[in-house]
């Protein structure tokens, strides 16, 4: 899914937690354009990243501008291995491309707002994912 059509959707969602003003970054690679900026960079294989601003030292958030079904099993994996939960819960969470979406950006707005054990913000994710508007997912343009 190509994230720049669904940019108006991650907007929203900074909105809602009070995170106005958060920069947003798309690009095709977080690796490169972190390198640019001389922001380290932890995980490249992250569809998303939050970093550091060095302008405003407040935590932005970048992601890759295409995230595909490789993405979600890849971070179903991870969550599961680090969340120590089992592979198929996890995919009966998030596994659909707008659930997985959503997920990934409830993900890191946990991190924005403080969070930065990953498994806390898989968990907080989680819970808020719930929580949404069923609204948000059918305005997720997966294509």
Known sequence: ???NKNKYIIGT???MYHLQGRKCFIEPSIKEWLKQWDIP???DTEPAVTFISKETLLRDVIFREIIDERDLRSVS???SHRDKVSYSLVLSKIGDMKRFFMHTVLHEIAHMLGTE???????WAFEELE???MKFFEQIDIS
């Open 1 to 3: 899914m190509n994230v």
């Open 13 to 15: 969602l900074l909105n």
């Open 41 to 43: 960079l932890q995980n």
């Open 77 to 79: 994996f991870a969550i």
């Open 117 to 123: 054990d990953h498994a806390e913000a898989d968990q």
């Open 131 to 133: 929580k949404l508007d």
